[in-house]
């Protein structure tokens, strides 16, 4: 799934791959998915 609306990510999801610059910068999984941690691994912040 690709989506700008993170609550629809966070819970559709059982893994999210947040990639910048064609690298990846973080995997979430599980509980660790939510829309404050994934807004936190789009900004680049470490959580």
Known sequence: MISSE?????AYSDRVVVMRERRVERVLEGDEISPVNLMTAIAGAAA
């Open 6 to 10: 993170l609550e629809e990510v966070a």
